[in-house]
Each structure stands twice: as structure tokens, then as C-alpha cells.
């Protein structure tokens, strides 16, 4: 069985996970989204690493067009979702370093050093039988990555590389030489021009340092399976 993640643009991505559809940050009406809010469809879970527009995006539109999906989000977000969806019975909010139990998954939010309107700001790792994967949100490079490495042993990492609000490419090359991910896929790129970090250095920077990671750049629309 394989884990397939397909990326929407910006920090958006669909992680088919386990027999589960589950979307990440659906900013959907960023400008290189190939997948329109009102398309999605039979999404199980939607997670939100903080409350950021650009992150928190199409999400209520989503939950509310797909009655069966759930948010999975830091307590204060998902409260705030729940409320705005008219339905508080979906919302699972917990909280940084304490793993959810969810539909056989187990989703732990991590610490990002960044900021939030609901909550603290967090990445996310979703453990499934068929892959781990690490969401880092919108962060700057910490050693709490190095901790997220040893622990969960994340075989995918999606990691911000735009620069200004997040890590750049050396940032996030020295990220992956803390998590040592088997890949790494670069996101909150290109989107606006304020976003700088191109995802070609961003892999020759993890080539030179840590070449047992694999950098998969993707975009918008196009799909990898692991393994
Ligand atoms: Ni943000
Ligand atoms: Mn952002």
C-alpha cells in the first residue's frame, strides 16, 4: 500500500493516508491552486496548523460542503472552526506534544516558532501503517525538529521554504539535516512575490548536507507516492 500526497499550492496539500482523504492547510483559492474549494469532495479530515488566512483558508467552506469530515486542529483553533461550521460535535482540537487518537490514525501537533490568531501556531504529524508524515506549518528552523526526527521518524517532511515569514532554503536545509526525513517536499513557496526561496537551492543545499533525504519538488497538481 502507498501513501500518496498531492500538493494544491502554498501549504496545501491531500494526504491519502491509510484509506483516508485528508486535507492539510487548504488555502484553495491561492492563485497556483489547480482544485477549487467547492470541488473537494469525501475529504474525511481537515488539519490546520494555525489560523493564519493563508493556512486556515477554504477550510469552513470545505466542512460545511462535506458533512462527515472532522478538524483536527491546536484547541482554540478548532473551537473557532466548530463554531463557524455550526457544528462543535466535528471539531478535534488538542494540543502540542499530546498525540490524537483519530479514525486509526494518530496526529500530534509540534511546536512551531511563528504566530497565531487562535492558539499557538503548530506542524502536525500524521502516523499512519502506510507512511509518517510531518507538516512543519509555517516555522522557523528549532531544535525541537531534531526531537521530532528521533521520535517520530517522519518518512516525509513538507517544509516551508519561501523565506520572510518562514524558513528559506538554508533554514530548511538545516531543518532537514535535524529531522532527517527519507524525503522532503518544499512548500510555501512561489505564491506571492514576497516568497523568495526557490525550491531548486532548497535541494542542492539538502544534496550537499544530507544526501540519504530525497527532495521531491512538486507542483501545484502533481502527485507522489510513498514509498
Ligand atoms: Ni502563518
Ligand atoms: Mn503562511
Request: overall charge negative.
Given at each position: 500500500?502507498m501513501a500518496?500526497?498531492?500538493f ?6 491531500l494526504v ?40 486556515l ?14 478538524i ?9 472552526v ?30 512551531a516558532?511563528?504566530s ?18 510531518y507538516?512543519a ?15 517520530y ?54 544534496e ?13 497538481g502533481?502527485?507522489y507516492?510513498?514509498p
Amino acid at each position: 500500500m502507498m501513501a500518496k500526497i498531492t500538493f494544491y499550492g502554498h501549504s496545501a496539500f491531500l494526504v491519502e493516508l491509510d484509506g483516508k482523504k485528508i486535507l492539510i492547510d487548504p488555502y484553495l483559492s491561492n492563485p497556483l491552486s489547480p482544485v477549487k474549494p467547492e470541488d473537494v469532495k469525501d475529504v474525511d479530515l481537515v488539519v490546520l496548523t494555525h489560523g493564519h488566512g493563508d493556512h486556515l483558508g477554504d477550510a469552513i467552506t470545505i466542512l460545511k460542503n462535506n458533512k462527515n469530515a472532522k478538524i483536527v486542529a491546536i484547541y482554540e483553533l478548532a473551537n473557532y472552526v466548530g463554531e463557524q461550521i455550526g457544528d462543535p460535535s466535528r471539531a478535534i482540537g488538542g494540543n502540542i506534544g499530546g498525540p490524537m487518537l483519530v479514525d486509526d490514525l494518530k496526529i500530534a501537533l509540534t511546536p512551531a516558532t511563528h504566530s497565531s490568531p487562535y492558539g499557538a501556531p503548530t506542524g502536525v504529524v500524521i502516523i499512519g501503517k502506510e507512511a509518517t508524515i510531518y507538516h512543519a506549518g509555517d516555522t522557523g528552523v528549532t531544535m525541537d525538529m531534531k526531537l521530532i526526527g528521533e521520535l517520530y521518524k517522519p518518512d516525509i517532511a513538507l517544509l516551508p521554504i519561501g523565506g520572510h515569514f518562514t524558513m528559506d532554503p538554508v533554514e530548511a536545509a538545516k531543518a532537514v539535516e535535524l529531522i532527517k526525513p527519507k524525503v522532503a517536499i518544499p512548500m510555501h513557496w512561489g505564491t506571492f512575490p514576497v516568497l523568495y526561496g526557490k525550491p531548486e537551492e532548497f535541494k542542492k543545499l539538502v544534496e550537499e548536507k544530507t544526501p540519504e533525504t530525497k527532495v521531491i519538488i512538486l507542483q501545484p497538481g502533481e502527485t507522489y507516492s510513498y514509498p
